[in-house]
């Protein structure tokens, strides 16, 4: 017979189809070390408020002990009459430490409060793992940035040749969207430090149990102030969820830019042997897959985000039983990223640029038009002007097949008076570069201090 934690209203047990429905040890058997945990604080505040003996406290912090060893070395595991981790962990303490006394320790709890806890504790370690391991990609796009010192490359807006930009300050512009990934982790912990533990099913103990030794013992910064939202509300968890989502999509961003750079056509980037993958049929292939695969978890950490979204919306307080929905997207999100992460960084670490290709394109494109124009504007011509004179120079070498440093002064003059033989100062890829050395911008000289900021924040976090 199944050993139900509600026995005494039912005549029968549970259907073996509701049993099947209901189960969640397949998942949440993950939690099982926090759950014992959260078992030592409650043994201990049950015994602060008078209701279990010194030595009954001891011999449940025992048995409890002994459980967490028994669960670490796998022996003891869930049997499918195990509901959830509670379920199963309740029937290991009783079989370590007898009925009588095992029997105690449910006094003042929920399963409510307890997996709104141990949500927390687990996420809260997750976030700071998975956080390190991104901090693994920036700290391989810096040391990317910094070895390919002042090369250029062509920057590219609606994927057009736009303006010529340093590649490490395009390498860097995909660090730092991962550094406030990072950041938001780090946000989100202030407001996940708070325990729901002693928030009971929904209205709070009646035991004089103290919440905020729970608390304390498992590492928050106190308790919950509300026990409706300790147990009902799952917002904590979601708000990680976006940022593992979010941090998905930041990878997926530089995935495509590595899956562009690595065709024939771009032909930046090799990527190498032991981060991409050849064709069981094509000999010659070499395929990005690491970038690929970034780009398709992406979808399915966003995936993971609205499927916990959903099901919160639309959900009354308090707990129902729709928020056992919560642990498997972020549960997948954590694995995606734990698998995931590495393997980007070791991609990112290990690319080698064609920079002679990338300099070779930097000012094609017409890309130092802009350059034309401001160069006028600096001559006292007003920006109007010196868009359409900078725009006729391109329409000229777009008529006639050639560059913008072509153009003879002739050429210049006949286009404008204002356009002197000194505009060729600025017709280079590396006069353009050092031109735009507002702080923020891609000359060499800010971009070296940027990339120590990068560095430091890295640091820092
Ligand atoms: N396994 C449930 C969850 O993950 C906790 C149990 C609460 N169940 C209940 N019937 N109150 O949310």
Request: overall charge negative; aromatic content about 6%; hydrophobic content about 45%.
């Amino acid at each position: 017979p199944r050993l139900s934690l509600w026995g005494g209203r039912f005549a029968s047990g549970p259907s073996d189809a509701l049993a099947a429905l209901s189960l969640s040890t397949h998942f949440d058997w993950r939690l099982a070390t926090h759950d014992i945990a959260g078992s030592v604080a409650h043994a201990r505040v049950l015994h602060a408020a008078g209701l279990l003996t010194d030595d009954e406290r001891d011999g449940m912090v025992d048995a409890l002990g002994r459980l967490r060893d028994d669960v670490v070395s796998g022996a003891f595991t869930p049997v499918p009459a195990d509901e959830d981790v509670h379920t199963a962990l309740e029937r290991g303490l009783i079989e370590r430490a007898g009925v009588d006394l095992g029997g105690k320790l449910r006094a003042g709890r929920s399963r409510n409060d307890q997996i709104a806890t141990l949500i927390r504790v687990y996420l809260r370690e997750q976030a700071r793992a998975v956080s390190a391991l991104l901090l693994d990609v920036v700290d391989a796009l810096v040391a990317q940035a910094h070895a390919v010192g002042e090369a250029p490359m062509p920057g590219r807006t609606h994927l057009q040749h736009a303006q010529p930009v340093l590649l490490a300050h395009h390498l860097l512009a995909h660090a730092w969207p991962m550094l406030r990934d990072v950041e938001r982790w780090v946000d989100w912990d202030a407001r996940a430090a708070r325990s729901p533990y002693g928030s009971g099913a929904l209205a709070g103990s009646s035991l004089g149990l103290d919440p905020a030794a729970v608390a304390a013992e498992l590492g928050f910064d106190g308790p919950t102030e509300n026990s409706i939202d300790g147990t009902a509300s799952r917002d904590v968890v979601a708000e990680f969820a976006f940022v593992a989502a979010m941090t998905g999509v930041d990878l997926s961003r530089l995935a495509e830019d590595v899956i562009l750079w690595a065709t024939k056509e771009f032909g930046f980037v090799r990527l190498d042997d032991a981060f991409s993958t050849g064709s069981s049929i094509m000999p010659q292939k070499k395929n990005p897959d690491v970038a690929e695969l970034a780009r398709g978890k992406a979808g399915r950490l966003v995936g993971d985000l609205t499927g916990l979204l959903t099901t919160l919306k639309g959900l009354p307080l308090a707990y129902n039983r729709d928020l056992q929905e919560d642990k498997e997207p972020v549960f997948d999100q954590v694995d995606t990223l734990t698998v995931l992460l590495p393997a980007f960084a070791g991609m990112v670490a290990t690319m080698r640029f064609d920079v002679g290709r990338m300099a070779e394109l930097a000012p094609q494109g017409f890309s130092l038009a802009t350059d034309i124009a401001e160069w006028l504007v600096r001559e006292g011509v007003p920006f109007r002007v010196a868009h359409e004179v900078a725009g006729a120079c391109v329409r000229e070498c777009e008529e006639r097949g050639t560059e913008l440093w072509d153009l003879s002064d002739d050429d210049l003059a006949q286009i404008s008076p204002h356009l002197t033989p000194q505009v060729r100062t600025v017709l280079t890829v590396e006069g353009s570069l050092a031109s735009r050395s507002a702080y923020g911008g891609t000359a060499p000289v800010r971009v070296r201090e940027q990339l120590e900021r990068a560095r430091a924040r890295a640091g820092e976090l």
